[in-house]
């Protein structure tokens, strides 16, 4: 059984920052990419950013620099600073990783969804 678990969501003005945390726990061998995703009211989900087990970065182009991801891989944890916040900005963001476990090779577990809202 494997969980993951957001934090750091919540209401801020344009242009503020927050950092989003996910950490994984449960039977993990290996956790391979970790990701954010985001999903906004009466739009599809889409990938903001993601990160290989070596640091590999990818991220959504309209964001223009202003999201970085990393990982603690001792802790399991992915992180999303997310700073210049636009109210365009506000969804719900969800972890992603593909992780083996003890039983199960790559797998995809998300977490539940944090909430961020950016007021104008």
């Known amino acids: 059984q494997v969980q993951l678990v957001e934090s750091g969501g919540g209401l801020v003005q344009a242009g503020g920052s927050l950092t989003l945390s996910c950490a994984a726990s449960?039977?993990?061998?290996?956790?391979?990419?970790m990701g954010w995703y985001r999903q906004a009211p009466g739009k599809q989900r889409e990938l903001v950013a993601v990160?290989?087990?070596?640091?590999?970065?990818d991220y959504l182009d309209s964001l223009e620099g202003r999201f970085t991801i990393s990982r603690d891989n001792a802790k399991n944890t992915v992180y999303l600073q997310m700073n210049s916040l636009k109210p365009e900005d506000t969804a719900v963001y969800y972890c992603?990783?593909?992780?083996?476990?003890?039983?199960?090779?790559?797998?995809?577990?998300w977490g539940q969804g944090t909430q961020v809202t950016v007021s104008s």
């Open positions: 990160i290989t087990s070596r640091g590999t970065t």
């Open positions: 449960g039977s993990i061998l290996r956790i391979n990419a």
């Open positions: 992603n990783a593909d992780i083996t476990t003890t039983t199960i090779r790559g797998v995809d577990y």
